[in-house]
């Protein structure tokens, strides 16, 4: 376990989730989200941002994928926040391009401690298996929103919805790994302001 490390459990009437990240893991993942396409993608996140991640949730999958989804959102946003503390000498800045077969995807971070979203992805697909595909945006907000990064992901093409969310979040791994990591040239917040 590095320095960069946090959980968190969170517990309301829809889910109950357990996560702990590490921004300086190996790529390991264990992975218990009761959402198997999300437990995928999770997967992809975590290998090819050589993080670690532990999720044990339980939620009302009966209902529908969307309230797992979205806490499991906060949940990591939350982590990554309170792993980075202060920021000091990191990069703060990452860009992947992810190509998946014949998709390709683009995430672009700022570590700015202003939240936002910028979303371009259109689906072919408004399921992948039981997953509905609206949920990728929901997830990414979430996680945008409880973590303070400007994210933004772009679709520039693909045909096959798996493949094109797939990219997403492998992009997002990357491009997160590339922000978080510490650069010996920076000195102290990378900020003009003096703080993110």
């Known amino acids: 376990m590095s320095e960069r490390t946090a959980n968190i459990e969170r517990n ?16 390991k993942s264990e992975l218990e989200t009761g959402v198997p396409f999300l437990t995928h993608m999770l997967d992809l996140f975590t290998k090819h941002g050589q993080f670690d991640l532990t999720v044990n949730a339980n939620g009302d999958t009966e209902v529908d994928d969307h309230h797992t989804t979205e806490d499991i959102g906060i949940c990591l946003g939350h982590t990554l926040r309170e792993a980075l503390g202060d920021k000091k000498g990191i990069k703060r ?15 672009v971070v700022d570590l700015s401690n202003r939240p936002h979203l910028e979303y371009r992805a259109e689906f072919p697909s ?11 945006h929901e997830f990414l ?6 973590s303070r990064m400007n994210l933004h992901v772009i679709v520039h093409y693909g045909h096959n ?13 990357r491009a997160l790994d590339e922000a978080t990591t510490i650069d010996d040239r920076v000195k102290g917040i990378p900020s003009t302001k003096g703080m993110l």
């Open 126 to 136: 408004e399921k992948v298996g039981t997953f509905d595909t609206e949920l990728v």
């Open 161 to 173: 919805t798996h493949h094109m969310i797939e990219a997403i979040f492998k992009a997002l791994g």
């Open 12 to 27: 309301t009437n829809e889910t109950q989730i357990k996560l702990a990240f590490d921004v300086d893991g190996e790529g």
């Open 93 to 107: 800045y990452g860009n992947s391009f992810v190509p998946m077969d014949e998709a390709l995807a683009q995430v």
């Open 141 to 146: 907000w979430k996680l945008a929103l409880e």
